[in-house]
Every structure is written in C-alpha cells, then in structure tokens.
C-alpha cells in the first residue's frame, strides 16, 4: 500500500534542539534536524490540558502507549524536553491499591521497558524525586507480572516479544495460518511462549530497579534486584541459548521447543543491556541478516508470507528495531552501528520523512502484510525518529548520563570524522560538544581543563554554557 501523496508538514525546527554535524557524514545533520523536528510534532496538547503536553505514539496514534512512551523518551526526549518526557511516563501509569502501577492494559508483557527509561529519564535530570517514585512504580508493577506472567519452571518471564502485538511477528504455530485476529494474544500459545527480546528487557529492568534501590539508600534490595538479574539471565542462557546454531532462539514454546528464528531486537537488546558477554555480543550482531535496506524485525520469512506479501512483523523494517541494533552495536560492533545509521540516512533521505515501517526490499514505506491485506504506512512515527536521536546522542556524541553527572562512552560510531554538537542541553547547562577521532576516548576537556581521569566529566549540578572537546584514538 503506497504512502499519501502529499502529507501534512512538519512543524520548524524548534528553539530547544540542539544543532549537529559530522565531518564524515554529510547526512547526520540534516536527519537529525529531521528527527528533531519529527520528535516536535508528536508533543501535543494532553486531555483537557492535563498534562499540558505529552509525546503521542507518532502522527497516525493520538495517544502514548507504555512501550511508545518509554522507547521515545529513553535517550532521546529526557535530553531534549525532559519536562514532557515525564509527564509522558506518568501518563501511562494507573493508580493501584499501594500506589501508581505501571498500566495494566492488555499489552502487558514488555510493559517492564517503562523501568529501564524511567531509571534514564532520572540519570538524565538528575531528579531524585522522580527516581524515587519510578522506583516504587517499578517494583509494584514487577510484583504484579512475577504473580501472573513468571514461570518458575524455567526462571523466564512468558508472553509474546517486545512491540510484537501483531500475530505477523510469530510463525505458525502458535500463529495460524488462516489469520482470524491481528492481536497476538487471541492466539492462546502466545501466551505460554518466553520471547527473547522480551526476558532481555526484564534483565535491564531488574539491573535498573537495582541502581535505583542503591540510589534511595536500600542497598539489600539492590542485592536483592541484581541476585534475581543474575539469575533471569541464567535462565535466558539454559533455556533460550541453542549450543549447535551457537545462537539464542526468538522465543521457546510452551512445549519447551525453540524457535530458532532470528530477532532483531533480542540480539540488540542483548547487546545495549549487558545481558551477554562482549564477545559473544558482537558475534551475535554480526551473525544478524541484511536485507538490501536493513535489519528486519524477524528473519526468515514465515511460511504464510512471501517476498510479494511480506509479514509486517515479520520481514518489514522497523527504524525502532534498528535504533536498537546500533545501540548495542555502538559498543560491540562499531563497524555495525555505523551501517546501521547510514541505513537510516537512506531510508529517510528519499523523502525526508520518519516512517513507522519499510519494505526491506525497496525501502519504501510499507505498512506489511497481516490478516490477508497490505496495512497502511504510517507517517512521522515518533519512535523512529527518537530511535535515532539515541543512537546519535549516545553513539556519535557519547553522551553517559549518570544520577551525579555526565560521563562520556567509548561506545562509538566509527568514520563520522569531526562531530560537533552545539547547544545540547544537560539540566540547567548548556553544552558545545566536539568529538574527534574514533575509538576509545583517549582525553575530555571541559572548558580547556582536562577532566579525562573525573568519575564525572560534567558535573550534576553545573550551569551556564560551556565547551567540551573529546578526543579518541
């Protein structure tokens, strides 16, 4: 199904975003200005004005939804418009019997990501308060899941993968081939599969909740969170790992057996979350099929769908998958994060638009195939676009927040050159950023002053505007 021939316009680039370029990619400046100006679109006025603003799920979804709240503000809009970013992630939360719960829809089983970006929205702000909140938040909402959705038999967490609420982004079974239903629960063995994106998530939530418990001064249930970390991800490797492939299956069936389908977003969530070990990190990355314009959400194609019929869950290009594939390949695979983000640039370059989905093939706006028809492309998707301002803020800049201040990653995009970063705001300062050479950084100076050895390299607290230069070699 083809795109609208003319879509609505995007608003001017606004007065919060920074500006950015790099020597090596005459793209990244103009697609990130792209996304920014996409991000900017989406903030729209809440319900009867409360909250005033939030971020919407993108141009076709007039409301967040938990997974869309959480990706959109994690790295991207707690750095850009961290104001609306929480109102944003306390829009999708319910008030419980002991407190605000994580909302409790019908999409529960990676509605735990809300964790990992609250846990980044306080590094970002620096904002106790809300950590604290978050903090209890997450732990209600765990509680709620381990009583219905932790299996014990095999220490995983059951339920379809992240954002797969669509039965194209399983096989059959438990999928069937005559598909009655798009939503992926209608389909009863969607709810016994332990999905491998979707456990990775649990892993970075409990590891989150843990830091977030020795941030509030309780440091057994730190302990306590990163025990039960260390133990998920035991069971991610006894039960999903395949020793003969030397790879990790998309999901394992309520009949114990894998499916050793290849999930994109698994391998990059493995990867941006420290579940696995760095090598085995980096070979799982490079292991991931190309399509000619990408990394698919899910390869191979499943029986019922075909090259001329592509499923949308299936084979389809999803930039958010792909943002997360170069997050975890800006630490592991370098060479992979830089393919990724040059996929990006010539996805978008054709029209200078963020869609929500690509054909794999073409590169063209697809909406994919689901239930026996073509669904429609959807434009200016918010986590697209926000999708690569992480990438780029964390993988072209370096940008680390912690609680106590700013550090900058050796985690990088390789051949961008020189990249300089004007006007990116860090809590009441404002930062000129410039980032030269490639590789680990060698030295950071804040103002002329060699702050490489700091634990922090911007302080928490710091104001005004200042010049950072990083070197890396």
Known sequence: MSAPATPPALPDQPGWAPTISASGSAELGPTYALAIRTLAANIVPGPDDDPAHFIRAGAGYPTPWTRDAALNAWGAASILRPDVAERTLRMVCDEGPEGPVIAQDNQWWDQIIWVIAAEQHARATGDRGFLAAAYGIGARSLAILDATHYDPGTGLYLGPALMQDGIAGLPSPPATDREESSFVLDYPGAHTIASLSTNAVYVGALRALARMAAEVGDAAASLGWTERADRLTTAVDAELWDPRQQTYGYFRHGDGSLDLSQEAAGFGLLAALEVVPAERAARLLQQLHLEPYGHVSVWPSFERYDQDHPGRHNVMLWPMIMGLVGLGASRYAPDLARTVLDQFHTL?????????????????????????HEWPPLIDQTWSATSYLRLVHHGAIGLQPEVDGLRFTDDHIPGLG???????????????????????????????????????????????EHRVDITRG
Do not use: C, K, M
């Open 418 to 464: 020189t990249v300089r970063a004007t006007g990116i705001g860090w809590r009441r300062a404002l930062l000129d950023i410039t980032v030269d050479g490639d590789g680990p950084i060698t030295r950071v100076l804040v103002d002329g002053e060699d702050v490489t050895a700091n634990d922090h390299h911007v302080p928490g607290g710091l104001t005004g």
């Open 348 to 372: 978008v370059g054709r029209d200078g638009r963020f869609w929500e989905i690509y054909d794999a093939r073409t590169g063209l706006p697809s909406g994919g195939w689901q239930v026996g």
